[in-house]
Structure formats: C-alpha cells, structure tokens
C-alpha cells in the first residue's frame, strides 16, 4: 500500500492511504520518481538479484564466494554492503555476460517481486525517472523496456575494456537526492515515492507530493502483480536458476548440489539402462513425480507409424512419452548437441532445415515405426505455445497430439546461451522434478490434410487443441524470436557443447 504526506513539507509526514481510484486517472500530465530498490519492489534486500548475476554471468564460484560474504555483510551499514557485493559481483565480469543477465533472466524475477500498489502509481504518471544506488546495469534495460520508464539514473561501475573492474565510478554511489537536484535542477517533480529511511525523506521532500511504502504489507497478497496485469508478456526467459536465491536459499541450493549431482546420475542411469517399468519404479522411488492422462492410440491401420505431436518443455519430452507409453519411439530434432545423442536412450535423427530433405527423413521414419515431432522448435517455459511448423502436417494422417508439461522448484532443464547438452542433468537434479504427460485422442481424418485441411490449418488446430488441454495461450512468436531474444543468435547448436 502507499501512504502519502501533505504537499506542504512543513506539515509533517502524514499516514494517509492514496485513494487509488480516484487519483490516478488524472496524472498522466505528471512527474514520478521513485526507487525500484524498497519501493517498486516487494523484497528490501538487493541481495538476490547480486546473486542472480554472479551464478547467471559470473559461475558458481563467484556465486559461492557472494555467499560466504553474507555474515559480512549483516555487519555492515547499507553503503559498505553495496560495495562489498558489487565487488563480488562484478570483478573480472565481461560487461556482455551482464548484459545477456541483464536481458534473459532479471526480468522474470523482477516482475514477480513488483509490488502492485507502487507500480499502479507508477503507471499513472506521463514520465518516470528512477534514482536508484543500484547499479544501472541491473535494472535500466528492465524499467526501460517493461515499465517503460524514460530515464534511470544509478550507481556507474568503472569498466576496463570489456571487462568491470568490480570497483565504482568517480562519482561512487549514487546519493539520490543529490541526483535529483542535479537532474531537475530548479524545478521540483510532481511525485515522489519512497520509503520510510531518513534518506529517502530527504529524496521525495524534494517532490510536490511525496508517498511512502507501507512495509507492514509487502508480503501481503494484495501487493503481488498477478501475471495478467504484467506490462509486457514475459514469454521468454533464461538462466539455470529457478527459485529468487535469497542468503538461505542459496545456502539449502550448495548443501543440495552433492546430492543432486548424485542423483541426477543416478536417474540418468536409470531411464537409459533399464526396463521401462524398473525405470518408472526407481525413477518414482528417487523423486521423480511422472503423471500421465490418457491412454496409448490403436496402432496404425496403414502400416505406417502413429506420428506424435507434443508440446515442447525440455529436451527430455520425447523420452518421457517414450516411458509412458512404454515402448521405443524415435524422435526427430533441429539442433542436438553430440553429447545429448549419445545420452538419449531412444532414438535421435537430426533435421536438416532443409523442408524438402526433412519432408523425405520424417516419411522415412514414419515407415520404420513410431515418430515424436515438437513442432514448436524449441522449449518454451511458460504457460505459451510457440507457432506450430506444418511440416509434420502434411506428412501423416494419423496425427495423437501429447500435451507435455513440467515442474521444477530449484534448476530449470533449458537454456539458450549455457551448455545444453547438460541440460537433461540440471533437470534431474531438482529434489522432485514432476513431469505431466496428457495423450489426446487422434485427430479426427476431417481435421488432418488427409480431409482436406491445409497443413497450416492443421498445425494451429493442434495449437489450439494442446493449448486448451494445458490452459496455456497461443503465440505466433518462433525459434528464431526466442533466441534473438535471449542468446542474440538464430539458435544454430554448436555440435561441441
């Protein structure tokens, strides 16, 4: 909730709630400055997003010496804390690996740490400017493109080449009401958000009006940003981590590593030497949650194989139908890096991009026995489908859509920049990664281009259909959208990783 003051400073601080509905439509003309740190954001610390850019950017050793610097930190005031972390942080850190953080993965918990209430007053505004002591690095590309701020102004880091220093600019930390009387000059801006600290006092009594974050209700579910009212879809999204790495998360995810190491081999060895129903049994045993709807298709009455279409979550859907269903499958692939092929306990053929030479593989195949297509392309994370490629449409007419989804709590089992042959790994190594598995019934021969249907028009029909079954939405968006997105290349695998 924020809680405002009088216009007139001399009044004093006054504990009165911002009528949301009646205020806000009529400040568009106006000027907001605020700070995303304990304002924007429901959590106090910076901590975890420091965190997020020494695993993500950096490597776990920097990420584990940020650690280790916590009982340091609680003893030291705000000021020494940010130096200390973005020492840390940012030592030897190549400025594009901060950018690709800053890109693909701080968005996402950004957006899910914003507190509704603050970014209601926020988006009432005409123009935003943020001060912040953060660095800018962190933050301005998510203000700028999500919340569509027009200027940050943060705490610069001192570069050297392509590299940062971990050391701050001349100016050191940014002292916000200082910039403010340096941005604005003369004149004051109309609002002015912040928090209780005698700092921020002194940042928003500058400001005709000035409102503070009631901290009393930041955990409150009233303040968290349901994902419907995010100011731009987060579709896609990188990184390993899957949890906000809080000081005790990030100390239960290290004590965790040793046993998920052990256990994601373990499962590994599993799903790839033994029987299907062993390897369901241990694989249960060990935390794997595996749910499956649905029941196995007739076999084909053509003497060709069943062509199955399943959305797309990791590298790992086509061996968990392949479980499910009990019996061997081929599955065909656009880009699989070497060591993923030789881990793959089923079969793996690799596509051409070539339409006409992928066209003569996958009817190959099909006459072999059964194929896995996932004609998005590529693995998408949240609740959205990607454009369906026709490809597979205009190949078979026994087409058994599989709605695949998972669910993971400390790693999650893509990327778009890492390693992804060791995608299957960081998968297994959640505590208890859950995957659901839905088979739909064949495609009625009307809906298939056996009936008349274009191979587009069957492939948004399986769009819509599967994306009905998860309650996901539709999108028009591509492989190539997602990794210009994230990775800033078309998504070509290296055959070496």
């Known amino acids: 909730m924020i809680l405002g003051r009088s216009s007139n ?54 990420a584990f010496f940020l650690l280790l610097s916590c009982p340091i930190l609680f003893l030291l005031d705000y000021n020494l804390q940010m130096r200390v972390m973005i020492f840390i942080t940012f030592c030897g850190l190549r400025k594009k690996d901060m950018d690709n953080v800053s890109r693909a993965v701080l968005p996402k918990f950004y957006l899910e740490n914003i507190n509704l209430h603050a970014y209601e007053v926020l988006e009432s505004a005409g123009s935003k400017v943020v001060f912040t002591t953060v660095p800018r690095v962190m933050v301005e590309g998510f203000l700028k493109e999500y919340l569509r701020v027009d200027s940050v102004i943060g705490t610069e880091l001192h570069t050297n080449g392509k590299y940062f220093t971990g050391l701050l600019s001349s ?78 998360a990030t100390l239960s995810m290290f004590m965790w590593l040793p046993i998920g190491i052990f256990l994601a081999l373990f499962r590994l060895f599993v799903g790839i030497c033994l029987p299907y129903n062993l390897s369901i049994l241990l694989g249960v045993g060990s935390g794997v949650h595996i749910r499956v709807k649905g029941t196995a298709p007739m076999k084909s009455q053509t003497g060709k194989g069943v062509l199955y279409v399943c959305t797309h979550r990791t590298l790992l859907d086509p061996v968990f139908l392949s479980t499910s269903l009990k019996k061997p499958l081929t599955a065909v692939t656009y ?7 030789i881990m793959a306990p089923i079969r793996t053929v690799r596509l051409s991009r070539d339409r006409r030479r992928d066209g003569e593989t996958m009817q190959r195949l099909l006459s072999e026995g059964d194929l896995v297509v996932c004609p998005e392309g590529t693995t998408c994370r949240e609740p959205y489908l990607l454009r369906f490629s026709s490809l597979f449409a205009e190949l078979a007419d026994e087409i058994v859509p599989v709605a695949m989804n998972t669910n993971v709590t400390m790693f999650y089992g893509t990327t778009a920049s890492g390693f992804k042959c060791l995608d299957p790994v960081f998968f297994l190594m959640n505590p208890r990664p859950s995957y659901t598995v839905h088979i739909l019934g064949k495609v009625p021969r009307e809906m298939t281009c056996a009936g ?46």
């Open 335 to 341: 880009s699989l890096s070497k060591m993923s092929e």
């Open 9 to 62: 400073i001399s009044d004093g601080w006054a504990e009165l709630q911002w009528r949301l509905g009646k205020d806000l439509h009529a400040r568009k003309s106006q000027t907001v400055v605020f700070d995303i740190r304990g304002c924007l954001l429901r959590s106090h610390s910076f901590f975890p997003y420091f965190m997020l850019v020494a695993f993500e950017g950096g490597s776990i050793f920097r």
């Open 171 to 248: 100016s050191g930390l940014l002292v916000k009401h200082r910039a403010l009387k340096e941005y604005f000059g003369e004149k004051r801006p109309d609002i002015g958000v912040g928090t209780s600290n005698i700092h921020d006092h002194l940042f928003i009594s500058l400001c005709k009006e000035a409102y503070v974050v009631n901290r009393s209700e930041e955990n409150k579910t009233t303040t968290i940003m349901p994902r419907e009212r995010y100011p731009k879809a987060l579709v896609f999204h990188d990184g390993r981590l899957a949890f906000l790495p809080t000081p005790a």
């Open 452 to 497: 008349g249907k274009t191979g587009h028009d069957v492939a948004n029909y399986l769009q819509r259909q599967l994306a009905a079954a998860l309650g996901f939405e539709c999108t028009s968006l591509t492989r190539r959208d997602k990794y210009l997105m994230l990775a800033g290349n078309e998504g070509v695998v290296n055959d070496k990783r």
